[in-house]
């Protein structure tokens, strides 16, 4: 069975619980699944810490090199933690019965935001 959604991509709004689409009135969701929200919350929390870390160095005025240094950690733990709720929700469009919430185009269109 071909699976399909009357939703667009540029409509789509992340949130925790999921990926929420609401272009034809209906509230489509893609859930996180059990399995990913831990280590994507893990992901979350400690780019959140490595943050903090960030705004730290360079309220002491760190040497630049340092603080480029942890800002790219801090983007690849946030990229790591989207590509894995993305892979949660292509397994949904994927595998699931019924309509999918987001066609295969708009879940790539939501994985090239990421890029």
């Known amino acids: 069975m071909k699976r399909s959604c009357a939703a667009s991509a ?7 619980e999921g990926i929420h689409d ?3 009135g209906r ?3 893609v859930r996180i699944d ?3 929200a831990g280590p994507v919350l893990n992901r979350l929390r400690r780019a959140q810490g490595q943050l903090a870390g960030v705004i730290a160095m ?5 040497d630049c090199r340092d603080v480029v240094t942890q800002l790219a950690a ?3 733990a946030l990229d790591r933690a989207g590509f894995k709720i993305l892979a949660s929700g292509m397994r949904q469009c994927l595998a699931g019965d019924g ?6 185009e708009q879940m790539e269109k939501l994985f090239l935001t990421l890029a």
Do not use: F, N
């Open 10 to 16: 540029s409509s789509a709004a992340y949130t925790l």
């Open 22 to 24: 609401r272009t034809d």
């Open 27 to 29: 509230d489509r969701l």
């Open 34 to 36: 059990e399995q990913a």
């Open 58 to 62: 360079i309220e002491e005025g760190r």
């Open 74 to 76: 801090v983007s690849r």
């Open 99 to 104: 309509d999918s919430p987001m066609t295969p």
